[in-house]
């Protein structure tokens, strides 16, 4: 007895599709309606579409000599460069300084009276890519004005083991708080020294500049910051620091900014691990 056998879906009479029927007539694809054609599939390399008539090249081509030397003028580069003298950069004896939009170390500014630029948004921490930047703000308070405004950034860090130096962040800053750097010697002998705090990114103090925390300019909001038209602490603001903080270095007759400007620890670490490959380095 022969076996029977169940025919599968959309196969009708058992027969899988695509089979040619009886007589040499191409079986219906499955699906196709009765009396429906179905165009052929293009056979192998059939994926351009013919042009159109009346088109010509805008680049004419070769003919002659030149057709002949086509292949070889590739390599027209190569073989002019291999009669030039070799130029090689000496490093680290030698540091050639980077292009001036070189997308370097990441460096948290300051107004011209030494108040931070970052308001703690935490807008360059959503814009990164590879989610190397850790933002925490907090309020400012008329004893703790470290920004203009009324938030700071409290917390700041980047991983620079993650960082990709895209410049994203850079981009979403609404304070042009945070810019890039030329430096780019990074190196550290752990993870955890890849990582820079917020005292390892700042901006050095310039000359006539107070340290935060201090009062804003009297008479004055976060608008005119932004504006620039702050051009430099007060007399007010001095008075200010001098009765708090009477042993600040960037009081006038005080140490001077040098003394102010101490890089957090992660950033003395890394120069000085720079420092010693330079030195083993050098020629």
Same mark, same amino acid.
């Given at each position: 007895?022969?076996?029977? #056998? ?29 009396g429906? %054609? ?12 013919p ?10 081509? #070769?003919?002659?000599?030149?057709e ?6 590739? /390599? ?5 460069n ?33 108040? %931070? ?20 703000g ?7 004005? /470290?920004?203009?405004?009324? #938030? ?7 991983n ?17 708080? $945070? ?6 010697? $990074?190196?550290?002998?752990? #993870? ?16 006539g ?15 005119e ?25 960037t $009081? ?20 000085? $691990? ?10």
């Amino acid at each position: 007895m022969a076996d029977q #056998r169940t025919p599968a879906a959309g196969e009708p009479d058992g027969t899988p599709p695509g089979t040619p029927a009886e007589g040499g007539a191409q079986a219906r694809p499955a699906g196709a309606e009765p009396g429906r %054609e179905v165009a052929p599939r293009p056979r192998g390399g059939e994926v351009a579409s013919p042009e159109p008539e009346g088109y010509s090249p805008l680049i004419e081509p #070769r003919t002659g000599l030149s057709e002949v030397l086509a292949p070889v003028g590739g /390599f027209g580069v190569t073989l002019s460069n291999m009669f030039r003298p070799t130029v090689t950069e000496q490093y680290p004896s030698e540091k050639v300084p980077a292009k001036p939009r070189y997308h370097g170390r990441h460096q948290l500014n300051r107004y011209a009276d030494g108040l %931070e630029k970052c308001i703690g948004c935490e807008l360059c921490a959503w814009a990164c890519p590879a989610d190397a930047i850790y933002v925490e703000g907090a309020d400012n308070t008329p004893d703790a004005q /470290f920004s203009p405004g009324e #938030r700071y950034g409290r917390v700041y860090q980047i991983n620079y083991l993650r960082c990709i130096f895209c410049g994203l962040c850079i981009e979403a800053c609404p304070t042009r708080a $945070l810019t890039m750097t030329n430096e780019y010697e $990074l190196a550290g002998p752990t #993870r955890a020294g890849m990582i820079w705090e917020k005292q390892d990114l700042l901006a050095p103090l310039r000359e006539g500049m107070l340290a935060s925390p201090h009062p804003m300019v009297e008479g004055t909001s976060d608008t005119e910051y932004y504006q620039g038209k702050v051009t430099g602490p007060t007399d007010a603001q001095r008075e200010w620091v001098a009765e708090h903080r009477p042993d600040d270095p960037t $009081l006038p007759g005080g140490a001077g900014v040098a003394a102010a400007n101490q890089p957090g620890p992660t950033a003395a670490a890394q120069a000085a $691990l720079a420092a010693a490959a330079t030195k083993q380095g050098s020629r």
